[in-house]
Every structure is written in structure tokens, then in C-alpha cells.
């Protein structure tokens, strides 16, 4: 899943199969070694890195063994162990030391994938220049010499201080006679959001918080809340929240039961008094047509880049616009964090909700979309024959809609949308045109 031949990046950091290059016995160490470079390089030497990492099971494997490589170099490893990734954000926000952040996770995806997120304490997320430097010295380092030795030590308080910061921004009784659901989908939320929620004075009830190594967003979770459903009109509960794997996306669903995505998210955000006043709204091509005719109508714009919210996080400094997202739930709000938090994102909607009322989660006319996801073990040319003229066939079929096909940055699949004023019309269109280029790609 790499962005290029010889690159060790794809569009959120490095993520692959365990045991597949380069999250291997064999290279991790490398590449603790090239990241140890990397940071000694531009912060000098005696660096302070933090590290943490979600709930699957390889994660402490990839930790050792990343390790020995960073601690070929003068510099001190802080192991804050499971953390979200935004927590990680946050922590090296407040921490003054810390040069650098690294997040061993896949995120969203299946247990048996891992991977690796790094921060700069100057940009945040890496910049292309960045990756390729750590590609470069991947690559190109000479022999180490065993001369120098790095230290590690356990961050003890950064949960706490994470659910401290966090709480410090609203009142504390802000959901007070109020009754949360909360899907940590297994992974890095499940031991914060919990009590998160219940300091703020909900009453938190939580699924999916026992990680046993192999059920991070199994059947849960951000990517499948039909359990967040259930569970919510169960306990006739007034909203329920879904996290992802690694803690920086979500998913709601209002007291009816009904799923409310990162398109919705913003809708909302929108008529909290914080945002009321912004113009501009940064999304991606994925982004439902909807809402980009709902901003129209309100006077306001949608500006669109590719998936990945670091594509969204770089137009929103370029702008200097507040606030964006994915309809996947990162949602960025660049006056908290440069990157998302699903944890705060739950809890400033719901501090929307309890200003404007709309317990209901009303939004916008979404226009009907579909997504079809088609496995592929080589990603050919979408802008060559025989799959460019099958797709642009495709789009000129639509009334007024938008067909958007492409290719996954963190998994191996060719991701095809479509949306239009008629689902039975897209319906088709999509099926046709997904069996013709799973033809050509198999």
C-alpha cells in the first residue's frame, strides 16, 4: 500500500499487513533508525519523542521492535502506551518537549493490519517533503556504530492529563441529565471516552470497550454502528457516538436510532454560535452534493480536496478556515487541533444540540449515494484506456449527480461513488460499471 514503488508512505502515514514490508523483523528497525535521524537532524541531538498506540495485538511487537532502532540514537522515547491519536495531538500541544509524535495503528482497519502515524511538533501532520526525507534515509543510512544509546521511560499521566485538557473546555455539568451511548469499536477510546463522557455529567453507557487484541472495529464501531443503533434506541438514550479504531474519526446516530455522518456533523457544528459566522467549509470529493447545495442556500461555499484529512487540514491553513471534514467523521475544527478528535467532535455537537435544541439531528436533503468498494491487487492508470473511457461513459449516464472512482490510500481497493436525484438510476449505473472494472482488474 505504498504511495510510490520506493516510498514507505500512502495517504495516512505508513499502513500494511503485519508482516508485510515495511512492518517487518527485518525493516522496523531500519526505520527506527531513519525516524531517529530524522528528528535528531532537526531538533538536535537529546530529542524527546512520544509514542502510543491503539489495541491490536502486533502493536507491542512493532513497538519493541521500532524501538531498536530509535534507541540507536541520543534521544528519549516517552511511552504513553494506548492513546488515541489525537490524544497524541493534544499531548505534544502541552508539552513543550516533545519534537515529535509516533502512533503505531491502522486505524479503521482490521486487527491484522498495523501501521505508523508520526507528528511534528512544528506542522503536525509530515509534510511530502518529510516523508520523503524518511524515505531517503530508510533507504540510504549507513551502518550504525553502537556509540550512542537513546532512554525510554512510561508516560504514566497521559491519559489523564489528555481527559483533563479535554474536559477543561466545557462545563462540567454540559451533559448532565442527559444519557450517552458510546462504541469505542475496541480500540484506543475505550478506557477515555468512558470517562470523558461521565466526568462531564452524562450517563455514559458504553459497548465495545473490552479490546482483547483481535476485535479493534470488528463489526463495530465508526465503520459499522448498526450495535450504536440498538443500543441507543434500547435505552432510549439522547445520542449515541461511534469511534473508529485510533480515536480521530466518528459516527452519530440521534435518539431515533438514525445515522448521522461527518457530512451531518458539519451541518450541525454550523449552527453552533462558534461557527455561525463561517463562510467557507473545506470537505472532499467524497462529500455528500447535499450538503454542498445546503451551504450554497446559507450563503456559504464548499471547497472540495482529494480523501485524507491531511489534504483538508493543509487547505484549511492555506484559507485559514476553521472547519472541515470527511463524511467518514474527521472533522477538523483548527481551533482546537489541526487534525480530528472524535472524542471533542461528539462533545461540541452536543454542546450544539443543547444550544440549538436539535435533539433530532436535523440537517440538510442528502442527495442518494452509493459506494461500492472492489478489491485489487494492482492499482493500473484510471486515466488510460480500457478504464477511463468505462468511467466516463459512467458519469455521462448521470442526470445531475457525480461519479467519483478511485483508489484507496490505506487499503487495497478501488472505491467507486456515485450519487445522483435517483437512487434506482445510480443504482445501476454502479453495478454496471463496478463489474466491468473489477473485469479489467482481476
Not at 150 to 175: N, R
Not at 372 to 393: C, H, S, T, Y
Request: aromatic share 6%; with cysteine; glycine share 8%.
Amino acid at each position: 500500500m505504498h504511495a510510490l514503488p520506493n516510498s514507505l508512505f500512502g495517504t495516512d502515514g505508513i499502513r500494511t499487513r503485519i508482516g508485510t514490508y515495511p512492518l517487518t523483523l527485518e525493516s522496523l528497525p531500519s526505520l527506527g533508525k531513519a525516524l531517529a535521524h530524522w528528528v535528531t537532524q532537526r531538533y538536535g541531538p537529546q530529542a524527546h519523542i512520544l509514542l502510543a498506540h491503539d489495541t491490536r495485538n502486533s502493536c507491542g511487537f512493532v513497538k519493541a521492535a521500532l524501538k531498536s532502532g530509535l534507541l540507536l540514537s541520543d534521544l528519549t522515547v516517552h511511552d504513553a502506551q494506548v492513546l488515541p491519536t489525537p490524544a497524541v495531538f493534544k499531548l505534544i500541544e502541552l508539552n513543550k518537549k516533545f519534537a515529535c509524535g509516533i502512533i503505531i495503528s491502522a486505524s479503521h482497519n482490521p486487527f491484522y493490519d498495523n501501521g505508523i502515524k508520526l507528528i511534528d511538533a512544528r506542522t503536525g501532520k509530515l509534510t511530502n517533503i518529510d516523508e520523503a526525507h524518511i524515505t531517503q534515509l530508510f533507504h540510504e543510512l549507513p551502518q550504525h556504530t553502537y556509540e550512542n544509546f537513546g532512554q525510554k521511560i512510561i508516560f504514566a499521566g497521559a491519559q489523564q492529563q489528555y481527559t483533563e485538557s479535554i474536559c477543561s473546555l466545557f462545563a462540567p455539568d454540559v451533559l448532565k441529565n442527559r444519557t450517552i451511548v458510546v462504541d469505542c469499536a475496541h480500540g484506543a477510546t475505550s478506557m477515555v471516552a468512558p470517562q470523558i463522557f461521565t466526568a462531564l455529567g452524562a450517563h455514559t453507557i458504553s459497548i465495545n470497550n473490552q479490546p482483547n487484541g483481535t476485535n479493534i472495529n470488528h463489526a463495530c464501531g465508526a465503520l459499522h454502528p448498526q450495535q450504536l443503533q440498538e443500543a441507543v434506541v434500547a435505552n432510549q438514550a439522547d445520542a449515541g457516538f461511534a469511534f473508529d479504531g485510533d480515536g480521530d474519526r466518528v459516527v452519530m446516530v440521534n435518539k431515533k436510532g438514525e445515522i448521522k455522518d461527518g457530512d451531518d456533523i458539519l451541518a450541525l457544528l454550523l449552527t453552533h454560535p462558534a461557527y455561525k459566522e463561517t463562510q467557507s467549509v473545506v470537505g472532499t470529493v467524497m462529500t455528500n452534493q447535499g450538503f454542498e447545495v445546503y451551504l450554497k442556500n446559507s450563503g456559504k461555499s464548499l471547497i472540495r480536496v482529494p480523501v485524507g484529512d491531511k489534504y483538508i487540514t493543509e487547505r484549511l491553513e492555506q484559507e485559514n478556515i476553521t472547519l472541515g471534514g470527511e463524511q467518514s467523521g474527521h472533522i477538523i475544527m483548527r481551533d482546537y487541533l489541526p487534525t480530528g478528535d472524535g472524542i471533542y467532535s461528539a462533545l461540541r455537537v452536543l454542546q450544539t444540540l443543547t444550544i440549538t435544541n436539535n435533539w433530532e439531528m436535523e440537517t440538510f436533503k442528502k442527495y442518494p449515494q452509493i459506494l461500492v468498494n472492489i478489491p485489487v491487487r494492482i492499482k493500473k492508470d484510471l486515466g488510460i484506456a480500457p478504464l477511463e473511457p468505462l468511467i466516463q461513459a459512467s458519469q455521462a449516464r448521470l442526470h445531475r449527480g457525480r461519479l467519483v472512482v478511485r483508489y484507496s490510500g490505506t487499503e487495497n481497493f478501488l472505491r467507486i461513488m456515485a450519487e445522483d436525484d435517483d437512487l434506482h438510476h445510480i443504482q445501476m449505473i454502479v453495478t454496471e460499471l463496478s463489474e466491468k472494472l473489477e473485469k479489467e482488474l482481476s
